[in-house]
């Protein structure tokens, strides 16, 4: 079964820097991608990032789009997300999941639908901006 951890996340003032970190382990490390998503107070959980493990090919939404970056190290097979520039609004639970092959289409896919349907989640990291 695969394990998603993450790790990173903390208090940052506005304006700042956080990097986050997900791996992965366990008896089945076959994925096709791995996502960022969050959770804010009060709101439903939205896809931030997402990567493919294959090509490397990225999505980012709009809101995050010039501040937050996502890479991957696949022979540690870990996903990491560099947040800049962080905003209040950035204040969150931010959740890694990752997509099986069954069911990987596109990361943009992944990113706009995967709260419907992954079913590989972390524990989530709390990222709270604030002064």
């Known amino acids: 079964q695969l394990q998603l951890v993450e790790s990173g996340g903390g208090l940052v003032q506005p304006g700042g820097s956080l990097r986050l970190s997900c791996t992965a382990s366990?008896?089945?490390?076959?994925?096709?991608?791995i996502g960022w998503f969050r959770q804010a107070p009060g709101k439903g959980r939205e896809g931030v990032s997402c990567i493919s493990m294959r090509d490397g090919v990225t999505y980012y939404a709009d809101s995050v789009k010039g501040r937050f970056t996502i890479s991957r190290d696949s022979a540690k097979n870990t996903v990491y997300l560099q947040m800049n520039s962080l905003n209040p609004e950035d204040t969150a639970v931010y959740y890694c999941?990752?997509?099986?092959?069954?069911?990987?289409?596109?990361?943009?896919?992944?990113?706009?639908?995967?709260?419907?349907?992954?079913?590989?989640w972390g524990q989530g990291t709390l990222v709270t901006v604030s002064s």
């Open positions: 366990g008896f089945s490390l076959n994925y096709s991608a």
């Open positions: 999941a990752a997509d099986s092959p069954r069911l990987y289409t596109t990361v943009q896919a992944m990113c706009d639908l995967g709260d419907r349907y992954l079913d590989a």
